[in-house]
């Protein structure tokens, strides 16, 4: 019985240290069915002085057990409250070790995988990115794992007067990618999504001779055709931006706007008429 309680008060003080071991987990588990014994104690000490024990060894051991449980009882309140306040203390800083990323950011987005997915389905929903259910899972198992896709979820979670609010974040061209192409992969590892994002812009914007159109206008319609993505200026000259960043250099069209052009065509109809002519 003396061995058993040792071990009872070894848990109870053991279980409240962070550090991992075979005795740590020992009295873990014995903290945990610490008010079990409590009450069997109790139950025994009471069984034996109703059954007429009095004066036996037995009865004797009975009451110290109870009186020992007892006693114990304030510490081990004691202790599961100073345990409680300390784990609710290291909570944050346990997301930000895990994210690998300050704990005042990990702490503004919730802490479940439900809560993050919730804000990455209400966002593509509200503004048509086109995410699939596996992408969308693939973008809040990144937030747990790099500050960059935590800070875009942090972005999905503002409210914004238009689309293009949202890319003016200090990452457009991932999010103009996002928005753009009807057909994407998404990664856990934002180093290799910046790569595929590259990979992707390069396609679009090599596959045509872009400087041979009359107009942005006309490629941009041409590239959606083809891709089936759904550009527009925005998006367009994002990855424009973003391709000449990574030296891949792109020529644009470079016409005079139709209201120059209907100008000199005034210009040149007005001299024709006049009585001296072009000359």
Request: hydrophobic share 45%; with cysteine; glycine share 6%.
């Amino acid at each position: 019985m003396w061995t058993f309680l040792i071990y009872t008060i070894l848990g109870m003080i053991g279980s409240r240290f962070p550090e991992e071991g075979r005795m740590r987990k020992l009295s873990k588990r014995l903290f945990r069915f610490f008010p079990s014994l409590i009450i069997l104690g109790t139950v025994l000490g009471v069984s034996a002085d109703l059954a007429g024990w009095e004066g036996s060894a037995f009865y004797d051991e009975m009451l110290i057990l109870t009186a020992l449980t007892l006693c114990s009882l304030p510490v081990y309140l004691i202790l599961a409250i100073v345990g409680k306040m300390r784990a609710k203390k290291s909570a944050p800083q346990s997301i930000a070790r895990y994210s690998n990323m300050p704990a005042i950011v990990a702490s503004t987005l919730p802490k479940t995988v439900a809560g993050r997915r919730k804000i990455v389905e209400k966002f593509n929903e509200k503004y048509n990115l086109f995410l699939t259910p596996q992408q969308i899972e693939s973008i809040v198992s990144g937030s747990f794992q790099s500050v960059e896709w935590q800070e875009e979820l942090l972005a999905m979670d503002q409210t914004y007067t238009s689309v293009n609010s949202w890319f003016a974040g200090p990452r457009g061209w991932l999010r103009a990618f996002l928005k753009a192409f009807n057909v994407q992969d998404i990664s856990t590892d934002f180093a290799y999504q910046k790569q595929l994002c590259l990979n992707y812009y390069r396609q679009v914007f090599t596959s045509f001779d872009i400087a041979s159109f009359a107009t942005i206008e006309q490629c941009i319609e041409a590239i959606n055709q083809r891709f089936f993505t759904s550009f527009d200026d925005a998006t367009f000259m994002i990855g424009y931006r973003f391709l000449q960043a990574n030296g891949v250099n792109i020529t644009l069209p470079n016409s005079m706007p139709l209201m120059v052009d209907q100008e000199l065509q005034d210009l040149t109809a007005k001299y024709e008429n006049s009585p001296g002519g072009i000359h």
